[in-house]
C-alpha cells in the first residue's frame, strides 16, 4: 500500500473556510467508505474527527465536515479558529490493512 | 464505551527485545480488529499492521512484515507489539488502535532506544 497523498500545508484567516484533500487510488479511497480524519496538536496524541466520511463523532464540532469523489477525501474546516491550527493526518481502509497519508499542517494565520 | 490503555514509556539498548501492550476495555475485545501504529519523531503515522483477536488472522504493512510481531491474547483482552532485536531506528511513539466502527486509541506508548 503507498500512502495517500496530502498537501504539505494549508493556511487560513480566522473564520474562514479550508478544505483538505487526501487523494488515493481505487484500491483505497475509492472503493470503501472507511476515510478517517485525525487531527494532532503537537505532543499530542491523534484525536479522531472525522470517520466512515462524513460521520462526526460525539464532541467534535460541526465546523469539521468530511466529503469523498472518487478517489479524493476531503475535510472541510469551517469558522476557522486558532485551536483548529494543527497536523491533520487522512487515514483509508486498503482492502486487507489501512493506510495514512502524509499529513498537512494547518495554519490559522 | 471502547477504553484502550497501553503500557508504560520504556527505555532500551540497541539489541534488546521488548513486547509492549494495549488492553482493550468496554466492548467486546474479540470481535473487533486492532492495529499498531507508529509514529516517529517530528514524522507522520504509518500503519504497522493489524490483528483479529478472535483468530489471532494478523497483516502487516510491507514495511514492518518481519521487523515485528503483532499477537493478542483474547481472555486478557490484549494486544502486543513485540520486536526481538531493537534498533536506533525504532524510537518513536506506538499508538494501539481499533480502526473499526467509530475507531479508538490508546495514550500511546513511547520507546527509547539509546546506549
Known amino acids: 500500500q503507498s500512502a495517500l497523498t496530502q498537501p504539505a500545508s494549508v493556511s487560513g484567516s480566522p473564520g474562514q473556510s479550508i478544505t483538505l484533500s487526501c487523494t488515493g487510488t481505487?484500491?483505497?479511497?475509492?472503493?470503501?467508505?472507511?476515510v478517517s480524519w485525525y487531527q494532532q496538536h503537537p505532543g499530542k496524541a491523534p484525536k479522531l474527527m472525522i470517520y466512515e466520511v462524513s460521520k462526526r463523532p460525539s464532541g467534535v464540532s460541526n465546523r469539521f465536515s468530511g466529503s469523498k469523489s472518487g478517489n479524493t477525501a476531503s475535510l472541510t474546516i469551517s469558522g476557522l479558529q486558532a485551536e483548529d491550527e494543527a497536523d491533520y493526518y487522512c487515514?483509508?481502509?486498503?482492502?486487507?490493512?489501512?493506510?495514512f497519508g502524509g499529513g498537512t499542517k494547518v495554519t490559522v494565520l | 464505551e471502547v477504553l484502550l490503555v497501553q503500557s508504560g514509556a520504556e527505555l532500551k539498548n540497541p539489541g534488546e527485545s521488548l513486547k509492549i501492550s494495549c488492553q482493550g476495555s468496554?466492548?467486546?475485545?474479540?470481535?473487533?480488529?486492532v492495529g499498531w501504529v507508529r509514529q516517529m519523531p517530528g514524522r507522520g503515522l504509518e500503519w504497522m499492521g493489524i490483528?483479529?483477536?478472535?483468530?489471532?488472522?494478523?497483516r502487516y504493512s510491507p514495511s514492518f512484515q518481519g521487523q515485528v510481531t503483532i499477537s493478542a491474547d483474547k481472555s486478557v483482552t490484549t494486544a502486543y507489539l513485540q520486536w526481538t532485536s531493537l534498533e536506533a531506528s525504532d524510537t518513536a511513539m506506538y499508538y494501539c488502535?481499533?480502526?473499526?466502527?467509530?475507531?479508538?486509541w490508546g495514550q500511546g506508548t513511547l520507546v527509547t532506544v539509546s546506549s
Open positions: 481505487s484500491s483505497d479511497v475509492g472503493n470503501y467508505n472507511l
Open positions: 468496554g466492548y467486546n475485545f474479540a470481535t473487533k480488529w
Open positions: 487515514c483509508s481502509y486498503a482492502g486487507s490493512l489501512y493506510v
Open positions: 490483528i483479529h483477536p478472535a483468530d489471532s488472522d494478523t
Open positions: 488502535v481499533t480502526p473499526t466502527g467509530v475507531p479508538s
